[in-house]
């Protein structure tokens, strides 16, 4: 039995007087978000390792690309949700992965 994925997000270079609870709340939001668009753990860490390897100058083959644009498109609704009632500039999310 596979243990449940973890996915730690962070919002990272938000300003210092933003207070923890919003940063808390943006971060869950996005974390949410990111779940809802893909239908298991297993499909979400499958779109994040393939995503991962192009970022790092892998090679994908056309059904991997394919895969690797689902966190694309699910990272920027989940970015999207996450900063929803906060107005910040400069902030983005740092997301891991991990089982």
Known sequence: MDSPLHIDVRLQDCPADL?????????????????????????????????????????LSKAEEKVATTWTKAFDKARQAGFRDIAVEEAYFEVRVSQ
């Open 19 to 59: 207070k923890q609870e919003l940063k808390t709340k943006a971060e869950e939001r996005f974390a949410r978000e990111l779940r809802k668009n893909f239908p298991d753990d297993k499909s979400l860490k499958q779109a994040f390792k393939l995503f991962s390897d192009a970022s790092e100058g892998g090679l």
